[in-house]
């Protein structure tokens, strides 16, 4: 029996080395690029959408129950194509996105279900035998992927109080693609994959309402919005590899990712009604922060899920000190300025410590980005100058994150259309 080695071993250990933010992901984890920010909008806030509601078509990502709160549209598409990572990897994403409104029981409930798929593609690489080092077998495509399909409802339970809940089912892993063979006994292409399992919660406290304190036309002149979230990510069974050759038979037991995410955010916007009857608003400001916990714990050098009251996520430490417990805890911050409903400009920081420092080191990592969305200039103008285009918007967003060799962005194209 041959047995293949790859020169992409290195690459892929210093890529799970890099975006790994402790000793415990990296140390026997499957799958542990679901717990990554990299899609086009959320990552220039640091990926702190678990308790911030977004239109964006990959806001299940975060948190299913996102899909529980109305959007600006009926169904939406965003591509994001490959954008350059590190050593010669790439990421990419591509997604779906359906909201409806329903009466149900004298009340309106909000429906969303999308669709998810994100690649990361680590380039063509060789394959040799270690009989043969300098005999090419073949070129072969190393990827990681996730499918995921997500679901998610919301209503007003009292006045100024909205909830919302979500379920994501995810078929993640990873994988080669055979791109050409100079051998008929080369391996051929293959997927290692395993299921996943997200739940979430959203609820949004208007405070205005809630407050009473102001008349009608106040109401609509100004908004202040407070949003609790939380999302249990990653459930599903220990994923058992065997593995052969020297050690055949044994069994390498991986764990997804599993991870909890409590969220807050806060939202002020300041609408204003048009001379054509129409409400924009003006300005909006989002501020949002997050502790995320990877519920995986060391026994006896095993990997072992941890349960999730035992959670190590502090409220006074994580989002009033802003202090990391531990290396398994990572902090999220991100804030957003948007002005006619049109220009978007966004800055977060993640926040975690680097395996287990004898000195407490800390580290962050920076995250911007800018966005278009035709949405305000539709309300303003186009669509009385161009009342067919009327149900079609579009947005254009781009976010940079630091990284330790440099920088890497990822842009995406999200079409929309209202029924």
Known sequence: MQTYRSHSCLRALLLLVLFSTSWVQLKAQFASFLTYDFTPNELSLGGAFTALPTNSVYAAWYNPAQLGFKTDYSVSMNIAPKSDWIFGSNISNLGLRYQQS???????????????????????????????????????????????????????????????????????????????????????????????????????????????SLKSDDLASYQFTIGLGYALKNLGAIKETIIEGSIEDNIWASP???????????????????????????????????????????????????????????????????????????????????????????YGVLTYKFFDSENDQVQSQTSWGISFDLSGLKKYYLDKAFPFFKPISLQISSSTSDHYFGEFSIWGIQLEYTF
């Not at 090419?136 to 007003?156: C, D, P, W």
């Not at 055979?178 to 290692?192: E, I, M, Q, V």
């Not at 430490?317 to 400009?345: M, P, W």
Request: charged letters at 20%.
């Open 256 to 346: 997804l990712p599993r991870t909890s995410q409590l969220g807050i955010s806060i939202s002020m916007v300041n609408p204003y009604q048009l001379k054509n009857g129409t409400w924009i608003n003006i300005i909006s400001v989002d501020l949002s922060r997050e502790a995320r916990d990877l519920l995986l714990i060391n026994k006896s050098d095993v990997l072992k899920y941890q349960s999730v009251s035992s959670s190590d996520i502090s409220l006074f430490d994580n989002f009033v000190k802003r202090k990391i417990n531990n290396n398994s805890i990572t902090i999220h911050d991100g804030a957003r300025f948007t002005l006619l409903e049109s220009l978007q400009i966004s």
């Open 102 to 212: 329903i009466s149900l029981f004298g009340k309106e409930i909000e429906i969303g279900v999308s669709l998810h798929q994100f690649l990361i593609s680590y380039g063509t690489i060789d394959i040799t035998t270690y009989d043969n080092p300098d005999g090419g077998i073949g070129a072969y495509e190393l990827f990681e992927r996730s499918q995921s399909v997500h679901i998610g409802l919301g209503t007003k339970i009292l006045s100024g109080i909205y909830i919302s809940l979500g379920y994501s089912l995810k078929n993640a892993g990873m994988g080669s693609d055979n791109t050409s063979s100079n051998n008929a006994d080369a391996p051929k292409d293959w997927f290692d994959n395993s299921f996943a399992n997200d739940v979430g919660i959203m609820t949004q406290f208007n405070m205005v309402e809630l407050l009473n």
